[in-house]
């Protein structure tokens, strides 16, 4: 018994590690069946975002890397966090959509507000305090709705010239991001990915100012 | 056993509170005769403004009561933050703009602030 112990305590210890390096890193994440039901009970809806990018009036691939928030931060917030903006890593469908920018995250019906943020160059604590000072995208999902596109968000960068070679983003021209319509992309995705999820509906983010307004159903 | 006696642990009482709302000032505001407008008059815009349906809509004023403030100290290194809780005010208003309740909560720890939200809502219903 003892001599089990001992070999599973290290065996423990480095799965603990290795699940520990690995969560920062990207997985193509498609919905569980946990998720399926919360979509399928109106709790939840997937909603379908794509991010372009662009340096110096260039393309940008922005997730181009293996850990998931390493070129954009984003932060979430909405009825349950009471407005207030909360780290989020987002969920991609594809490594084909990856490229092209495209991300999920799985909401409740109401108001949510995104705020985005370049690529983290210096500590942790004033990175996480940025996303309170960054411009909020209003996003309105609607109730029993199974897949919302919410927009794309069309970003102008400021190049960051990397130490071994090859750029990153340094800042956001944040008053130049605009919000555009790929619905007829976004529809692709929806058919291709998740067929069974009905309906589908664009409903385009805003950018809020002034006190932020939550929304829920009136329960009966 | 070293390294345990040289660490140090404080925690501070510190009962200090910021943009609380007092019950001096809510007491001028009456459910069923003060309006939107009585409030915004005398509390200002609101960080929340939380619909619920088409009909209704709650103003939300937070703020927060700082409990106590902790460090640890250790060799050469130390860290320290504070405790405090979540405080909001929430008014109520119907269809018409009237004010239909009044209520002050505490968010516990162990609840979203959905949860809080919903709660003091239901609790003045019952």
């Known amino acids: ?220 | 056993m070293v390294v345990l006696y040289l660490t140090a642990c404080i925690v501070i009482p510190t009962p200090w509170t910021k943009d609380e709302i007092s019950k001096e000032d809510i007491s001028v505001i009456t459910p069923g005769l003060s309006i939107k407008d009585d409030v915004l008059k005398k509390f200002d815009e609101p960080d929340v403004i939380w619909e619920i349906g088409d009909k209704e809509r709650v103003f939300v004023y937070k703020w927060e009561r700082l409990r106590a403030v902790w460090a640890i100290a250790g060799g050469y290194s130390a860290t320290g933050g504070g405790i405090s809780t979540d405080e909001a005010l929430l008014i109520l208003f119907d269809e018409t703009d009237h004010v239909k309740m009044i209520k002050k909560g505490t968010k516990s720890g162990f609840e979203s602030y959905g949860d809080f939200l919903n709660r003091c809502l239901n609790e003045n219903k019952e």
């Open chain 1, 1 to 220: 018994m003892a001599r089990k112990a001992r070999r599973f305590v290290p065996l423990a210890t480095h799965y603990l590690i290795l699940v520990t390096l690995l969560s920062g890193c990207v997985t193509m994440n498609l919905p569980s069946a946990k998720d399926y039901e919360l979509i399928y009970s109106g709790k939840r809806s997937i909603v379908l975002l794509r991010i372009s990018c662009e340096i110096d009036g260039k393309p940008y691939e922005v997730f181009r890397h293996f850990v998931g928030d390493d070129d954009i931060g984003f932060a979430l917030g909405g009825f349950e966090t009471g407005g207030e903006l909360l780290r989020k890593i987002p969920k991609f469908i594809s490594s084909e959509t990856r490229k092209d920018g495209w991300l999920y995250f799985l909401l409740e019906p109401g108001y949510h507000y995104l705020a985005v943020q370049p690529p983290r160059w210096g500590d942790v604590w004033s990175y996480e305090n940025s996303f309170k000072s960054a411009p909020l995208w209003r996003l309105d999902i609607p109730p029993q709705t199974g897949i919302v596109y919410a927009g794309t968000l069309h970003i102008p960068g400021i190049r960051q010239k990397m130490l071994f070679g090859g750029i990153s983003i340094k800042s956001f021209i944040t008053d130049s991001i605009v919000v555009r319509n790929d619905e007829e992309a976004a529809r692709k995705i929806a058919g291709d990915f998740f067929p069974e999820l009905q309906p589908f509906k664009t409903v385009l983010m805003v950018k809020h100012e002034g006190p932020i307004i939550l929304k829920t159903p009136k329960k009966e």
